[in-house]
């Protein structure tokens, strides 16, 4: 099965690629700017699954031409592409809405919703000629509930639930299921530059009492991606401890 994770370089794109890996999937690994990280999972994941294909690709998201070079690369050395999770995007520093640049959030629009526009565009044909598919974006829990001085972030977040709600409906008849994952609180270095103490208010938010792991958002988009799943579409699985 051939999959392609946009932005798994990252703390949670890396965790998917080991998830898929173990369950047998030749994966383009893409990445934007990290690619020693990109080479370093590929390297790492060639020598625990030596009969399977490891491909790190670089691109530019907010860039059609470069998400169409992206997937090409990626269909040609894999045969195809059966699952996308569209995982990139980034967050902005918190602050207050009349404190956001406008050239900011413009940039953060143009990575985590138009960026998962043009890859699920550009991965539909494919699947829709094999008449099966399986789409995965990550959202956010700001994206469903939003979150003060995150006002740009919790805004493309919730156009991603959106986007991945309605294109549920356009291509299920044609056997392509999209979903979306809504982390919370995830450790990871999207995270680091918040404090212990704003981790640890999260936590104590939660039904479980604790931040959660990359492991533990990458199992929730592998099952996504699975048979198992075959009769989900259209949802939204929040992975956030019962926040």
Known sequence: MPA???GASG???AAVARALAAQGYDIALHYFKNRSAAEALAA?????????????LQADLRQESAVEALFAAGEAALGGLDCLIAN??????????QETVADDFDDLFALNIRGAFLCCRRALPGMLRKKYGRIVTVSSIWG???ASCEVAYSAAKAAVIGMT????KEAGLSGVTCNCVAPGWIESPMNAQLSRADAQVFAAGTALGRVGSPEEAAAAIAFLCSETASYITGQVLGVDGGA
């Not at 990139?88 to 809405?97: E, I, R």
């Not at 709600?165 to 549920?168: G, P």
């Open 4 to 6: 392609l994770i946009t």
């Open 11 to 13: 703390a949670i794109g």
């Open 44 to 56: 790492e994941l060639f020598r625990a699954y030596p009969q399977a294909r490891f491909l790190p």
């Open 88 to 97: 990139a995007g980034k967050a902005l520093p918190q602050k207050l809405l």
């Open 144 to 146: 469903q509930s939003g």
């Open 165 to 168: 709600k309605a294109l549920a």
